[in-house]
Structure formats: structure tokens, C-alpha cells
């Protein structure tokens, strides 16, 4: 079992920048890859980054690339969203998940509202 509990939501201006954070207990991360999706009101959850907690590998969804930044700590077992030049269309909750690529485990955190105002 791990326990996902996000942190550093917030209301922004255009232009700004956040740092989520989502910090992972239970068991070791080391077998998963660690994720950040939101979901904006009217609209179904969607990928914005991932990466192997492992290996370090990421990748991005076409509309952060170049904004944000998926990153972890493994000291601290937690995982970061660095998200800058945010704007109105970012404004969603943000969830963390903690998947194996087997498809066997996955677990989501409980989400933190991000909001961009013009």
C-alpha cells in the first residue's frame, strides 16, 4: 500500500508559478513510475508528467513541455511539479499517482486545487 497526500496548491496570477508536492509513505517507491494528472471542472482527468522513480526518466504532456517540471527526492519520498509561466487554462486539481507499469498497483492521492487567474 502507499499513501499519496499532495500539497502546494494555490491561486496564481497569470504568468506565475507553483511548486506542487506529493509526499509518498507505505513502501518503496522504487518499483514505480510517479505521476502528476489533472482534471479541470467539466473535463476528464488528464496526464501532465511522469516519471520512473528509478531510472529518473520523464516525459511531459505537450501543453506543460517547457513550463514544468517533474522531479523527486528519493531522501524524502516525495514528488515535485515545478510548474512556471502558468496560465488559465492550468487551473484544475491536481493528483498524484503511484503506478507499477504491470498495471498491478496504482494509487492516487486526493488532489490539490491549482487556480490561474487573468
Known amino acids: 500500500q502507499v499513501q499519496l497526500v499532495e500539497s502546494g496548491g494555490g491561486l496564481v496570477q497569470t504568468g506565475g508559478s507553483l511548486r506542487l508536492s506529493c509526499a509518498a509513505s507505505?513502501?518503496?517507491?522504487?518499483?514505480?513510475?510517479m505521476a502528476w494528472f489533472r482534471q479541470a471542472p467539466g473535463k476528464e482527468r488528464e496526464f501532465v508528467a511522469r516519471i520512473s522513480w528509478s531510472g529518473g526518466d520523464t516525459s511531459y504532456a505537450d501543453s506543460v513541455k517547457g513550463r514544468f517540471t517533474i522531479s523527486g527526492d528519493h531522501a524524502k519520498n516525495t514528488l515535485y511539479l515545478q510548474m512556471n509561466s502558468l496560465t488559465p487554462e492550468d487551473t484544475a486539481v491536481y493528483y498524484c499517482?503511484?503506478?507499477?507499469?504491470?498495471?498491478?498497483?496504482?494509487?492516487w492521492g486526493q488532489g490539490t486545487q491549482v487556480t490561474v487567474s487573468s
Open positions: 507505505g513502501r518503496s517507491l522504487n518499483a514505480y513510475v
Open positions: 499517482r503511484a503506478f507499477t507499469t504491470s498495471g498491478r498497483y496504482n494509487y
